[in-house]
């Protein structure tokens, strides 16, 4: 990736975490590619349960998609049609997520601001109402909590909104944290743990051994691991890493967001707020979080124009209040996102594991991730809640060995 410099970095008001040790050890029982949240995640729970574990960033912790997000776990305003294969699992992250919190806060020391507000889903004007009504539809359909509100029913839940706001539906279950402090409290976390967190690191090869995978050689040098763990967000599909018989169909779709800060004067928003262009998030510190566009263009860096008008007119469109809020900072960063939109956690080869593909579902879906793969280095498999989200369920992989294409590449 790029040096970005308006990623977030002065956006960044979580207490300030520990820095990691930097040096990388000759070995370790479980080597993570990919420092964002999910490696984070998965590490730290790997730690606790006795593994020493390295996790080695290209950049810095964070630097693709998991401080550029808004923190939203969404499950019924995320609902769409065709991702009803996504909703179990989703949900089942959903119920981890307070003993993740509760466990993450104590080890760390850090409040990541976990807010239970809900989500209010907005609509203005008839064509709007109609794709929203048929959002409801769904969500009742799949067993969602989702209730229908007239336009001075959220009026009366956000004053602030427009009179325009024609009508809405309230998902109480759906919540949200605070991106910079989670990942501020999984460092401090991983570094109690004794994870070995070792940045601006790049990956250069798998190294392979009689078909396994026996560690990872970096510009740094090699570590030899019992298990690697393939986690690096939207890089993950990239060529060369991987052989071509165990290509992931992961893209990047980049986004651009910015952060507002809100008055006594201004005004702010008391749920997450979500529209046909943007979502709005609140935090307690008084950032209004807006995002985000969806851009599919590769790894193309910086912040745009036209990005920041479409999210500043998709926000002033339904809160009119914005106007007055000075812009703190602005941002981009890179979804990881797979061919169906749904994460991909699976045994590749030996010694080869990978969790990434989670498209804009990283915060919701982390606790369970991180869950799934511990079970899988511990007990051989993956949970029932996981299963269906393996590498196969994509086009057929060649039949011939990691070992053959690489001496043959």
């Known amino acids: 990736m790029e040096p970005n410099p308006t990623r977030p970095i002065d956006l960044r008001r979580s207490p300030a975490a520990p820095r990691a040790p930097s040096a990388l050890p000759a070995r370790?029982?479980?080597?993570?590619?990919?420092?964002?949240l999910i490696g984070l995640s998965m590490a730290w729970r790997l730690a606790q349960g006795g593994r020493s574990v390295t996790v080695v960033e290209r950049e810095t912790v964070g630097a693709g998609a998991s401080l550029a997000a808004t923190g939203m776990l969404a499950p019924a305003a995320e609902h769409e049609p065709g991702s009803d294969p996504l909703l179990p699992l989703a949900l089942e992250s959903l119920s981890r997520w307070p003993g993740f919190r509760d466990d993450l806060q104590a080890a760390s020391g850090v409040d990541i601001d976990y807010r239970q507000e809900g989500t209010l889903v907005l609509a203005i004007g008839r064509d709007e109402v109609d794709r929203l009504r048929f959002r409801h539809d769904l969500q009742i359909r799949s067993g969602l909590d989702a209730t229908w509100l007239s336009g001075p029913q959220v009026r009366a839940r956000e004053p602030a909104l427009r009179p325009a706001v024609t009508a809405g539906l309230f998902c109480p279950r759906d919540h949200q944290v605070d991106p910079s402090r989670v990942m501020a409290a999984l460092i401090r976390a991983?570094?109690?743990?004794?994870?070995t967190i070792v940045e601006a690191c790049p990956v250069e090869a798998l190294d392979w051994e009689a078909g396994r995978v026996t560690g990872l050689s970096t510009g740094r040098g090699r570590i030899a691991a019992g298990t690697v763990i393939?986690?690096?967000?939207?890089?993950?599909?990239?060529?060369?890493l991987l052989p071509e018989a165990l290509a992931l169909p992961v893209r990047p779709l980049k986004g651009q967001s910015l952060a507002l800060r809100t008055t006594a004067r201004t005004g702010t928003l008391s749920h997450m707020v979500w529209t046909e262009q943007v979502h709005m998030a609140p935090k307690s510190d008084g950032h209004l979080i807006v995002g985000a566009t969806v851009e599919d263009c590769g790894f193309t860096p910086g912040v745009t124009a036209g990005g920041l008008y479409a999210l500043l007119e998709g926000a002033r469109r339904v809160l009119p209040g914005i106007e007055e809020m000075a812009v703190e900072a602005v941002w981009s960063g890179y979804?990881?996102?797979?061919?169906?939109?749904?994460?991909?956690i699976d045994t590749l080869a030996p010694g080869l594991?990978?969790?990434?593909?989670?498209?804009?579902?990283?915060?919701?879906?982390a606790p369970a991730t991180a869950d799934a793969v511990?079970?899988?280095?511990t007990e051989g498999a993956l949970p029932d809640y996981a299963r269906a989200f393996g590498r196969a369920r994509f086009a057929p992989a060649s039949k011939s060995s990691p070992d053959r294409e690489r001496a043959t590449a």
């Open 28 to 36: 370790s029982d479980v080597a993570i590619v990919g420092g964002g």
């Open 190 to 195: 991983c570094v109690a743990a004794g994870v």
């Open 230 to 240: 393939l986690a690096a967000g939207a890089w993950s599909g990239q060529a060369g």
């Open 335 to 344: 979804r990881p996102t797979s061919d169906d939109d749904a994460p991909i």
């Open 353 to 365: 594991v990978v969790a990434t593909g989670h498209h804009r579902n990283g915060y919701l879906l």
């Open 374 to 377: 511990a079970a899988l280095l």
